[in-house]
């Protein structure tokens, strides 16, 4: 009588236990992230759509009086610019009559030229300016 074949090891040694459980566990445990991530997803898309709480507290647009000087303090703010910065480009864009609406579609040059702002201020107000405006559009549209 032979004795019998060896059984088959891997590279740990022989296997004791049922790896297919494991690979099991395994498999849950990678997928379980991915399974909750749609299902957040999928339950937000059936959710009704509610307004946005900045829509109800939003600040009321200013008046078209105000829109220079309000965006202006917008701008300096976000480019943390002082207010002394921001002053005399008002004067000098109330002068030529530049509000909001023209200063983003004129030259940044001219922007530049009027307000002696750095050329990268002036090139980042004309853009400013369009988004800005973009905004308060919106604003008086939903008030109106």
Not at 15 to 24: E, V
Not at 40 to 52: D, E, G, K, Q
Not at 65 to 87: N, V
């Amino acid at each position: 009588m032979q004795p019998p074949p060896p059984k088959p090891q891997g590279l740990q040694g022989p296997r004791t236990a049922d790896t297919s459980s494991d690979l099991g566990a395994i498999l849950k445990n990678l997928a379980a992230p991915f399974i909750n991530s749609l299902a957040s997803v999928a339950m937000s898309s059936l959710a009704p759509p509610s307004t946005s709480s900045s829509d109800r507290l939003s600040s009321p647009p200013p008046t078209i009086q105000d829109e220079l000087a309000a965006c202006l303090k917008c701008f300096g703010s976000t480019r943390s610019l002082s207010q002394d910065t921001i002053d005399n480009p008002m004067d000098a864009l109330e002068e030529v009559a530049y509000t909001p609406d023209i200063m983003g579609e004129v030259t940044a040059q001219q922007l530049q030229d009027i307000t002696s702002f750095a050329e990268g201020h002036a090139i980042a107000l004309r853009k400013f300016a369009r988004e800005w405006c973009g905004k308060i559009d919106a604003k008086r549209a939903c008030r109106s």
